[in-house]
């Protein structure tokens, strides 16, 4: 049981720590693995963008008039939108092509934009053809910086917790037996995030990144490191507890005591 469970701690810190060394080492490891997400990310908020969009009101008597029918005429302003979206999808991966491409200019001109904080804009349905190109580009960087930035929390943070594991098993070996419950708790999560990682990749990025769900995995670590203070702390009083509720539950005549 000892070294089953220090294999699980030490494996599961390799895994994550590599993929955590990796998306600083690697400059491309994060836009290779995530490039279907990012891809209909940006499809995503250019569509919700294109949407919203209306013709421009200056002060000219005639873009009055027009921006008034128009206002009137809900069917010509969807075509217009709809031929918008037809022309974003055809850009798109010609933008994520170029983008991808590391010795772009264009990835340095984005990225002091994103440091900036300053965001590209389609203003009106007039100008948003030439837009559409800058305003995907930025979004690129954009998606592609904050997964990296929510990859590295998802992959620290496990490494973290899979670290103490392995460690608490050197220094409280009295406690292996209750360390079983956190350590089942890690492989399950592991394996969860590795089944939506090989067979459903949007899900998987679109947990880690910056969602409810995210957050969720986070608190999940943080119910798993409150196991891992009980047993340091508290002589594993309350997993204790848990872990006999769950013998009786079952039928079994075995019993855990507090170390």
């Not at 037809?86 to 991808?100: D, I, S, T, Y």
């Not at 990835?107 to 203003?123: G, N, P, S, V, W």
């Not at 406690?175 to 990682?197: D, E, K, Q």
Request: proline share 1%; charged share 20%; glycine share 4%.
């Amino acid at each position: 049981m000892r070294y089953a469970l220090r294999i699980v701690g030490l494996a599961g810190a390799i895994l994550f720590s590599t993929a955590f060394i990796f998306t600083f080492s690697v400059p491309e490891f994060v836009e290779n693995i995530g490039k279907d997400f990012i891809k209909n990310k940006i499809e995503a908020q250019t569509r919700e963008k294109i949407e919203r969009l209306t013709f421009s009101s200056t002060n000219t008597t005639l873009n009055k008039f027009a921006d008034k029918i128009l206002k009137n005429n809900h069917t010509q302003i969807e075509q217009l939108q709809n031929d918008l979206k037809f022309k974003a999808h055809e850009k798109l991966a010609e933008v994520v092509a170029k983008m991808r491409d590391l010795s772009c200019e264009c990835r340095t001109q984005y990225e002091k934009q994103l440091e900036r904080d300053t965001k590209a804009q389609i203003l009106t349905l007039q100008n948003a053809n030439e837009k559409l190109t800058e305003f995907m580009q930025y979004k690129y960087m954009e998606v592609a910086n904050k997964l990296k930035t929510d990859l590295r929390i998802f992959t620290g943070s496990n490494v973290v917790i899979f670290m103490l594991l392995l460690i608490i098993s050197f220094f409280k070996p009295q406690a292996i037996i209750h360390l079983f419950l956190p350590g089942i708790l890690l492989v399950i999560s592991t394996l969860v995030c590795s089944y939506f990682y090989l067979f459903e990749q949007n899900w998987f990025f679109t947990i880690i990144y910056d969602t409810y769900l995210g957050w969720g995995y986070l608190l999940y670590l943080g119910f798993v490191f409150g196991f891992l203070c009980d047993i340091v702390f508290n002589g594993a009083k309350i997993t204790t507890e848990i872990i006999n509720s769950v013998l009786e539950a079952i039928g079994s005549t075995l019993t855990v005591v507090s170390c």
